[in-house]
Structure formats: C-alpha cells, structure tokens
C-alpha cells in the first residue's frame, strides 16, 4: 500500500502546482514550500553552492584572461 500512499502524495502535489500556476500565486500564496520544507531547503542549499561554483569559474576566467594578455610597455 506504499505505493498508494506515495501516489496520492505525487497527486496532491501536481494539484497544489497546478493551482499555484493557474491563480497565478506569489511565493507566499502558495503552499508548497510550507508543506515540503526539506525539499526545498536542500533545493536551495544546492542552488547557492552552484552560484558559489559559478562566481569562482568567472573569477578564474578573469585571472586567465588577465595573466595570458600581453603586458604593455611604458616607453
């Protein structure tokens, strides 16, 4: 019966979207993130490790960029 309890969970849950998509509901309106906080706390965590990841890439692509240009000469 596990997998009818996880199918009526699935099934309230595209409900719940679905109703936040059509009324066009803020972050607030909506209850998603109350009612799957774990989900959402990982969702976000995994979200800013990513910027974190993506600041430093661009970070070491400026020093790249700045160390491989020719140097200019004060003559």
């Known amino acids: 019966m596990a997998g009818s309890s ?4 699935i099934h309230m849950v595209q ?3 679905e109703k936040c998509l059509i ?3 803020s972050k607030e ?17 995994r979200q800013s490790k990513q910027e974190q990841m993506s600041e430093e890439e661009t970070n070491q692509m400026i020093q790249k960029i700045i160390s491989d240009s020719p140097k200019e000469s004060d003559d």
């Open 23 to 25: 009324f066009h509901m």
């Open 6 to 9: 996880s199918a009526s969970y």
């Open 15 to 17: 409900h719940m979207i």
């Open 29 to 45: 309106e909506c209850e998603l993130e109350k009612e799957n906080k774990e989900f959402f706390k990982a969702y976000e965590e």
